[in-house]
C-alpha cells in the first residue's frame, strides 16, 4: 500500500488559521492585561509575534515538507524561545500560554517518540519557570500550570486523533483506488479469457468439420469419381459404387449430428475399435486395402482420447486417399502400456507429396495432441509412404465420463 502523505493532510490553510487564532488570542490577552505599556515593550511584542507568526506558518511549511528530523528540531528550537520571548515580555499570568499551546499540535504532527515527548516536557517546564520567575511565585504557577498542563493533553490528543483519521481516511482512499484497478484488470482478463475460449471453441469446431465432414466428403467424392469411370463399362459396380456414397452420406450425417450434440452435451461414448474399423472399411470401399493391428489387451480409455484417435484414422485415410495414390493403409493401436496407448497410420504411397508442417488436417491433429499432452510424429519421405505415430496418456480427462469402452 502506497504511504499515506503527512504533508498534504497538515499543509492546508485550516491548520495555519487556527495557529494564527491562537497567537493573536494571546497577543490579544497580553494588551488587554497591560495597564501601561511603553513603546518599545510595545514595539518589542509585536516584532517577535509577528516574527513568531511568521515561522509558525512558513517554517512550519519548510519543516513539513522535509522529512528530516533535523529540519523539524530546528524549527522548534526557533519558536520555543520566541514564544517564551512573548510569555516574558508580557509579564503577567493570564492566558498568555496560548502562545505556546500551538507548538504542542505541531509537536504531534512534525515529531514521533522521545522527540516528541521531550519538546512537550520542555513546553511545560520553560511555561512552570516563567510563571514562577514573572508572574508573581509559586502560588500562581500552582494555578495558572495545571490550566496549561489540560491544554497540552488536549490538544496532544485531539491532534493525534485528527492525524490518524486523516491518515485513516487517506488509507480508505488508497484502497478504494487499489480496488479499482484490481476490478478494471479482472475485466480486462475477463475479455480475454472469454476471446481465447472463443478461438479454442473455434478452432474446435474448424477441427471437427475437417476430420469428420471432411473425411466422408473426401470419401464419397472419391467413390462417385470412380462410378463414373466404370459407368460405361459395368454399371453394376457403377451403382454398387454409388449405393456405397450414398452409405457414406448417412455416416456423414451421422457424424454431424454427434458433432452438434457434442456443442450441447459431454462427447458421445461408444466402442473405439468397431468405430476405427468402420472408418476403414469406408477406405476398402474407395478401393484402398486397409487393416487394423490390436497389440495388447484392449482396455478403456477416456472419450477425449477415443475421440482423437479416431479423428486421426479419419486424418490418415482421407491424406491416402487424396494424395498418397497408396494401394495399402495400415493401423496399429498398442495397448501394452497401462499409462498411454501408441496409435500408428501407415501407407505405402509415394510419400512426400504432404509436408507434416501444413495442411488444416495436421494442424489439428496437432493442436488434439497438444491438448492431451501427447506425442506426435509425422514422417512422409519420398518414395517411402506416409506415417502417424501418435502416443496418448490414458488418464487424460477433462470432465467427462471414465466409462469409455475401447471395444
Known amino acids: 500500500m502506497t504511504k499515506v502523505n503527512q504533508h498534504s493532510i497538515f499543509a492546508g490553510n485550516g491548520i495555519h488559521l487556527a495557529f494564527s487564532v491562537m497567537v493573536l488570542a494571546a497577543f490579544f490577552t497580553m494588551l488587554s492585561t497591560v495597564h501601561e505599556i511603553s513603546i518599545p515593550l510595545l514595539t518589542a511584542i509585536l516584532v517577535i509575534g509577528v516574527i513568531y507568526l511568521g515561522i509558525g506558518i512558513y517554517g512550519y511549511q519548510i519543516a513539513l515538507a522535509h522529512s528530516e528530523t533535523l529540519y523539524r528540531i530546528l524549527y522548534f528550537s526557533i519558536q520555543i524561545p520566541l514564544g517564551i520571548g512573548l510569555v516574558f515580555l508580557d509579564g503577567q499570568s493570564g492566558f498568555d500560554f496560548l502562545a505556546l499551546l500551538p507548538l504542542v499540535g505541531h509537536s504531534v504532527i512534525l515529531l514521533e517518540g522521545v522527540w516528541r515527548q521531550i519538546i512537550n516536557v520542555l513546553l511545560l517546564i520553560s511555561y512552570a519557570l516563567l510563571t514562577i520567575t514573572v508572574g508573581g511565585g509559586w502560588q500562581i504557577a500552582w494555578a495558572n500550570v495545571p490550566v496549561f498542563l489540560a491544554g497540552q493533553i488536549f490538544i496532544l490528543v485531539f491532534t493525534q486523533m485528527a492525524l490518524n483519521e486523516e491518515k485513516a481516511k487517506q488509507e480508505v482512499q488508497q484502497l478504494v483506488h487499489e480496488l479499482e484497478d ?13 476471446e481465447l475460449a472463443i478461438t479454442r471453441e473455434r478452432n474446435r469446431l474448424a477441427r471437427e468439420i475437417h476430420d469428420s465432414l471432411g473425411h466422408h466428403l473426401t470419401a464419397i467424392n472419391i467413390q462417385i469419381r470412380a462410378a463414373q469411370a466404370v459407368l460405361q463399362q459395368d454399371i453394376q459396380k457403377a451403382i ?37 474399423q468402420q472408418i476403414l472399411d469406408a477406405g476398402n470401399s474407395s478401393g484402398i486395402n486397409t487393416s487394423l493391428n490390436v497389440i495388447g489387451t484392449p482396455y478403456t480409455v477416456t472419450p477425449p482420447v477415443a475421440l482423437t484417435l479416431l479423428r486421426a484414422v479419419q486424418e490418415g485415410l482421407t491424406n491416402t486417399l487424396k494424395h498418397a495414390h497408396a494401394t495399402e493403409l495400415q493401423v496399429t493401436l498398442d495397448f501394452r502400456s497401462p499409462t498411454e496407448i501408441c496409435l500408428t497410420i501407415r501407407d505405402n504411397g509415394v510419400g512426400g507429396i504432404i509436408s507434416p508442417q501444413n495442411g488444416f488436417g495436421l494442424l489439428g491433429m496437432r493442436e488434439r495432441v497438444a491438448q492431451l499432452n501427447g506425442q506426435l510424429d509425422i514422417q512422409s519421405v519420398e518414395g517411402q509412404g506416409f506415417s502417424i505415430r501418435m502416443v496418448l496418456p490414458t488418464e487424460v480427462n477433462y470432465g467427462q465420463n471414465k466409462n469409455h469402452a475401447s471395444g
Open 182 to 194: 484490481a476490478n478494471q484488470r479482472l475485466r480486462e482478463y475477463a475479455l480475454q479469457a472469454e
Open 240 to 276: 454398387n459404387l454409388l449405393n456405397k456414397a450414398e452409405a457414406q452420406t448417412q455416416h456423414a450425417l451421422h457424424d454431424v449430428r454427434q458433432s452438434v450434440a457434442a456443442l450441447r452435451a459431454p462427447l458421445a461414448e461408444g466402442p473405439l475399435l468397431p468405430q476405427i
